[in-house]
């Protein structure tokens, strides 16, 4: 079974930083486009940032100049440096990825299931 485990979320003070991770496992073939997701409730999961497979980013607005997404393929992880985190960052922030398995050698999308970030003084 593939699964993909986050970590990282914690409390931090306005202005801090915290690095996020998920490490993805099981029976991987390939791991193509990888996203970061938030959500707080009420809302609906917005979409943070996108890393592909090739190593192109992507950002919303809010998470540009302050958030940084990378991937390293070998350990089968994506990670999510955010700096200066403001209040309005507070939220569960899921890992999203599309793998192929060699279970069913088939594309299909996986969740984590989610870290707890809360920015607050």
């Known amino acids: 079974q593939v699964q993909l485990v986050e970590s990282g979320g914690g409390l931090v003070q306005p202005g801090g930083s915290l690095r996020l991770s998920c490490a993805a496992s099981?029976?991987?073939?390939?791991?193509?486009?990888m996203k970061w997701y938030r959500q707080t409730p009420g809302q609906q999961r917005e979409l943070v940032a996108t890393?592909?497979?090739?190593?192109?980013?992507v950002y919303n607005d809010s998470a540009k100049g302050r958030f940084t997404i990378s991937r390293d393929n070998a350990k089968k992880t994506v990670y999510l440096q955010m700096n200066n985190l403001k209040p309005e960052d507070t939220a569960i922030y899921y890992c999203?990825?599309?793998?192929?398995?060699?279970?069913?050698?088939?594309?299909?999308?996986?969740w984590g299931q989610g870290t707890q970030v809360t920015v607050s003084s």
């Open positions: 999203n990825a599309q793998i192929s398995s060699s279970t069913t050698w088939v594309s299909q999308v996986y």
């Open positions: 099981g029976n991987i073939v390939t791991i193509n486009t």
């Open positions: 890393v592909t497979r090739g190593g192109d980013t």
